[in-house]
């Protein structure tokens, strides 16, 4: 009989499995290897790059009769920043980045700045994924500051890393920017 073929694309990750065969008449399993991608959360296979949900997860089955491609879809995993706030990213491996998002009800310059000894860097990204700006070593030391106007109501994407290959806790600040005059 036939022999078809499941292929694999990490669509912008790494480690996608193998391309394995499937027999005609019979039922496979999908690979249960899972790609990885800094920033994002895999939240299984598609049939198309640009797919926003799954429709095969590792280790489902699949019996058609046909040769698929599946490609990995992603989560950006972000969190909230709430305005006037504290807050800490963990970074556990070389140039990981952790995204906070943060959408404000009124425009105005906003800030975030980080503290601390270590060489931090800060992207600002607007809601399609394009870079606005960054900052390496605006503030104190080797810390970042980066102070940007936001428009009400849009959606904007922090990313904050660790400028080289140093992993921990980088401490850092979001708020407001008021004139005095």
Known sequence: GNVYTISYNANGGTGAPSAQSKDYGKTATISSTTPTRSGYIF???ATSSSATSASYQPGS???S???IALYAVWKENTQSLSLNSS???TISTAEEMKRYTFTPSA?????IYSTGSADTKVYLYNASGTELSSDD???DDRNFRLEYNLTAGTKYTYGVRYYG???GTISFKFGN???IS
């Open 65 to 67: 009769n046909t040769s």
């Open 177 to 179: 920017v008021h004139t």
């Open 61 to 63: 089955s699949y019996s």
């Open 43 to 45: 939240q299984g296979w």
């Open 165 to 167: 290959s140093t992993t």
């Open 137 to 139: 070593d605006g503030g």
């Open 87 to 89: 807050n800490s990213a």
């Open 107 to 111: 425009s105005g310059k906003y800030v």
